[in-house]
């Protein structure tokens, strides 16, 4: 009998650790590592550090700190809050002349236990946007290695894994010996309750979900300031409901059965409109579609307050300041939108009430192409101004926007936008909203992209990314101008880089953090953001972050 018992607590045990092994994010955490840096400053200077996850090629506002620097020699440097990154990007914020201005070496990583230092071939220096330098450090390996326990949770999942353990290895003993069952349904039930630990082997740590463009559950502990949360258990839920192993994969996979199932429904992200249109559901958009809000009154008073101290900053320099609307996609193509009615016209949407809100109220300059963007859809249906799989405009429909802010321009600078005679037609079955929707196949798509050669452009990078500034040089073009910006600015792109002289593209807003100078150097700033973006730039930046 003794014998027995001391079999059956050994084997308790070892399924113990190896239920706590997977729950080992639930009290097991890790100090963050830290990026330092040498460097040698002619002046005091702004750098941005931003690093990437690993796996990953775009970076993250939330991981792009400001670090001061001042005049001289030192060392600074930032915390990692991750436990594995992949690569950092250092910009100087507009804040140097020239690149012996700010001079930085010996990159390494320290987190207390060992330090890697990265090796120059690693490293990145070249010159950004004409005259500011930007250093970028890829292949590099973090792993923040200092543990912290809690030790309360410890102690609680172990005591519920150990008694979990004794009445499943006791159960197990009497399902074989009793109810003469096979091996085979033995391991399968054990299968089966080892599978119900898989979700908790590995819980994302990260702040937000940039799949989900959306904030994650915090933890929130069951003892606080000498108090019992008595809302731990709703709590925890929501975050392990964010946070467990492979979610996304079976919210991809859900969506994918739905999708094949009933076809014609579409899902909580995507709505399957008329002549297989697809349409985004998120950011409300159906109710924007609808009509069916309008902006309160202190949302309206506070982004005007924003974008005129944006345009006052600019009045006093000198500078040109635009603010562009891009239109949504069903507001160009609501016919196609099936079993919604709205509650109001378009004339009485509530971007139109904010332009004629900051018309009255300001004098900003803002242009909202939508009756240009009619105008172009009637004069030729067939040339589709958005993608039919994806939330964004077409090279068409980018074309029909530039022209709208172009002229508005031409009235102030006398610069001339570009004309485009020739079009090729393309085909595209592929699109963010057919990746969202899953499951069924879907036909090509036949669109436009222009027949034109940015002759003598040269731009830094290939494609627009989040948080990391783009430079265009055009010696044949006029001025220079800054945008800042939303996806949607991939498609105008092209054509604003071959209009202009020196073109500077931020995909974010202009806030406190982005040094001024580069707004300084420049003739025009345009604030761009589609239709169903714009109480983010009030959510994410306040009227005073401008002075």
């Known amino acids: 009998m003794t014998h027995a018992i001391s079999k059956t607590h050994v084997v308790s045990i070892l399924l113990t650790l190896l239920f706590l092994s997977f729950a080992s994010p639930f009290f097991l955490s890790f100090k963050p590592g830290v990026l330092s840096f040498k460097y040698q400053a002619a002046k005091d200077a702004k750098i941005t550090v931003c690093y990437a996850r690993k796996g990953s090629e775009s970076f993250n506002r939330k991981f792009c700190p400001v670090v001061n620097i001042a005049k001289g020699d030192g060392t600074s440097g930032v915390p990692v809050n991750m436990r594995r990154i992949s690569k950092v990007h250092f910009g100087f914020e507009g804040t140097s002349n020239s690149p012996d201005d700010v001079k930085l070496s010996d990159f390494k990583f320290a987190n207390g236990i060992f330090e890697q230092k990265i090796p120059p071939s690693s490293i990145i220096e070249h010159n950004d946007y004409g005259n500011h330098r930007v250093v970028e450090i890829f292949n590099v390996k973090l792993y923040s290695l200092i543990p912290k326990i809690d030790c309360k949770i410890l102690i609680i999942l172990t005591t519920i894994f150990f008694l979990f353990s004794c009445k499943m290895v006791k159960y197990l003993a009497v399902f074989k010996i009793e109810q003469h069952h096979s091996r085979i349904d033995i391991v399968f039930l054990a299968c089966f309750f080892g599978m119900l630990f898989v979700p908790m082997s590995d819980i994302s740590t990260g702040e937000s979900d940039l799949k989900e463009n959306r904030t994650l559950q915090k933890y929130a502990p069951l003892f606080a300031n000498g108090k019992i949360n008595n809302d731990f258990g709703k709590n925890f839920e929501a975050y392990f409901n964010d946070r467990f192993f492979g979610r996304h994969y079976f919210i991809k996979y859900y969506e994918n059965l739905r999708a094949v199932l009933s076809p014609s429904e579409g899902n909580v992200n995507v709505l399957v409109g008329k002549n297989d249109f697809l349409f985004f559901r998120g950011d409300k958009l159906i109710k924007s579609f609808q009509n069916a809000e309008l902006y309160p009154d202190d949302f309206l008073r506070n982004i005007a307050a924003y974008l005129q101290g944006i345009n006052d900053f600019c009045k006093k320099r000198g500078k040109l300041f635009y603010y562009f609307i891009a239109p949504d996609k069903n507001r160009i193509y609501g016919e196609n939108i099936k079993y919604v009615r709205k509650v109001r016209p378009d004339s009485e949407s509530r971007t139109f009430q904010l332009v004629d809100y900051l018309k009255k109220h300001t004098d900003v300059k803002v242009i909202y192409p939508y009756d240009e963007m009619l105008r172009a859809k009637t004069a030729d249906p067939d040339d589709l101004l958005y993608w039919k799989y994806d939330t964004h405009w077409s090279e068409r429909g980018a074309y029909a926007g530039y022209l709208a802010l172009m002229k508005e321009i031409s009235k102030d600078t006398g610069v001339q936008g570009i004309t485009v005679k020739d079009w090729?037609?393309?085909?595209?079955?592929?699109?963010?909203?057919?990746?969202?929707?899953?499951?069924?196949?879907?036909?090509?798509?036949?669109?436009?992209?222009?027949?034109?050669?940015?002759?003598?452009?040269?731009?830094?990078?290939?494609?627009?990314?989040?948080?990391?500034?783009?430079?265009?040089?055009?010696?044949?073009?006029?001025?220079?101008?800054?945008?800042?910006?939303?996806?949607?600015?991939?498609?105008?792109?092209?054509?604003?880089?071959?209009?202009?002289?020196?073109?500077?593209?931020?995909?974010?807003?202009?806030?406190?953090?982005?040094?001024?100078?580069?707004?300084?150097?420049?003739?025009?700033?345009?604030?761009?953001?589609?239709?169903?973006?714009?109480?983010?730039?009030?959510?994410?930046?306040?009227?005073?972050?401008?002075?």
């Open 424 to 547: 090729q037609k393309y085909a595209k079955k592929d699109g963010d909203l057919a990746k969202m929707l899953g499951g069924r196949k879907r036909t090509d798509a036949v669109y436009l992209k222009p027949k034109f050669h940015e002759k003598g452009v040269v731009c830094d990078r290939k494609a627009l990314e989040r948080n990391v500034p783009t430079f265009c040089d055009n010696p044949k073009g006029e001025k220079r101008i800054v945008l800042f910006h939303d996806s949607f600015m991939n498609g105008l792109r092209p054509f604003i880089a071959a209009s202009f002289k020196e073109s500077y593209f931020y995909w974010r807003y202009p806030n406190e953090n982005i040094d001024t100078d580069i707004m300084k150097n420049s003739d025009i700033i345009v604030l761009e953001n589609a239709e169903r973006f714009t109480r983010k730039i009030i959510s994410e930046y306040q009227a005073e972050d401008i002075k």
